[in-house]
């Protein structure tokens, strides 16, 4: 199978080559305009499935480079500017995050953690919901990949649990019975958990970057005060909702905690690789709350909690050399930093806002906030990935509404929420999405429908809840 589809790359050439040649605007530099071209190009691409968007970020390193974009005349310090995302600390938070799920899976102890719920919640349906969904919020400081905690943890026994009750993918008049809405409510349950802690998904860390460009500090600690409440009410209220407009057929389960207990058997006590992957959260999540006290970021906890990991032989070296997910995510973050970061740093970004600015004609920022939110997570529909929505779009919007007056904390944290919470919208908006969706209990208009009810509800939450708090705790 080949991965680069000639055809959609002349495409996305064919953008970006149109984009350099048009007229630079005033006001703004060359350079930026001509890295602002590569950059849509590279977003495009992504978004055509032109090639993996590792080969499209090494395209955009090359032309980058080429063309001495970032130091004109100097090709040395051209190539190393260009590739300095690679030495950026949020890159590499990323990157160890994968390395830690990895931790979760190979010990079972993200299975016994989801198995310890059920046992406790799964008497009912919705007890059932509740008992899988408060797993992956329980692992979702610990685990930064939403990918893997939903894809590699939760969606394997939420398919198994809705297979021991005769709701089988592979027969349609099974699937409202139990798998149709524990697929929805999983995946919802997991963006939640995403927006809550800043190490919930991948993306998290970048808006973190985009936001320190601009002057903006967050922190862990800072991201999961503001988002705490929002984020309990929103895991409350949703199975709730979800249940109430997508019920499924079948609403005593039982046999569920049985089935659980029985699981917990098989696997036994606990054992020592568990015990020390235990031991990892606990120091990992103690770390990034206190962080601050010590003077110590969620890069440096992260790599700490891997060295544990590789020293007491929960993970080995080889673990880490063929976790391809990581090493690939890195490369094609750090590409996309580097220019989303090149562009303010070459004045782009400000250009761009004071031009949006002016079109606004001074709106007042009360009425500007909620319309931004809502210019973002709508415009998730033409993106593939939330990786690449947050890099085109989350710096633009959130110097466009501080400069109409938003208060610019406020602004970024709620951008950051609603890069997990957009990705409701469609099968292919998060990635733990396409491994649901793949599952065949949701078909693609009930995907949709829904996915758009749950996200706007679960959007007036955090507007309203969300925003309420953080200025009752003056977290902006």
Known sequence: MKEVNLGKLAITFAVGAAIWFCPIPEGVVPEAWHLFAIFVATIFGIILKAAPMGTMCMIAVGLTAGFQLLAPGEPGKSITLSLKGFGDKVIWLIGISFFIARGFIKTGLGNRIAYLFIKVFGKTTLGLAYGIGLADLVLAPAIPSNTARGGGIIYPIMKA?????????????????????????CYYANLIGSAMFLTGTASNPMCQKFAADMGLKITWMSWAQAA???????????????????????????????????????????????????????????????????????????????????????LTWEDVKSEKGAWDTIVWFAVLVMMASSLNELGFIKWFSSLIEAQM????????????????????????????????????????????????????????????????????????????????YVDLKAWWIYGLVIGLFLMLIFLVVGTSWMGLINAY
């Open 161 to 185: 649990t809705a297979l021991n009750f005769d709701s089988d993918p592979q027969k349609p008049e099974t699937h409202r019975k139990l798998g149709s809405f524990l697929t929805l409510n």
């Open 228 to 314: 705490i409440i929002p984020g309990l009410v929103a895991f409350l209220l949703m199975p709730l909702v979800l249940y109430k407009i997508f019920p499924p057929e079948l609403k005593k389960t039982a046999d569920a905690p049985r089935i659980a207990t029985e699981k917990l058997k098989e696997m036994g006590p606990f054992k020592g690789s568990e015990i020390l992957m235990l031991i990892t959260f606990f120091i990992l999540l103690g770390l990034w709350i206190t962080g601050d006290l010590f003077s110590i970021d969620a890069t440096t906890t992260a790599f700490i909690g891997l060295a544990i990991l590789l020293l007491s032989s929960v």
């Open 361 to 440: 004609g001074g709106l007042d920022w009360h009425y500007a906030f909620p319309i931004i939110l809502g210019v973002y997570f709508f415009s998730h529909y033409m993106f593939a990935s939330a990786t690449a929505h947050v890099a085109a779009m989350y710096a633009a919007l959130l110097a466009v509404g501080i400069s109409l007056g938003v208060p610019g904390l406020l602004l970024a944290l709620m951008l950051g929420f609603t890069g997990s919470l957009y990705g409701t919208l469609t099968h292919y908006g998060h990635g733990p999405a396409p491994v649901f969706f793949g599952s065949g």
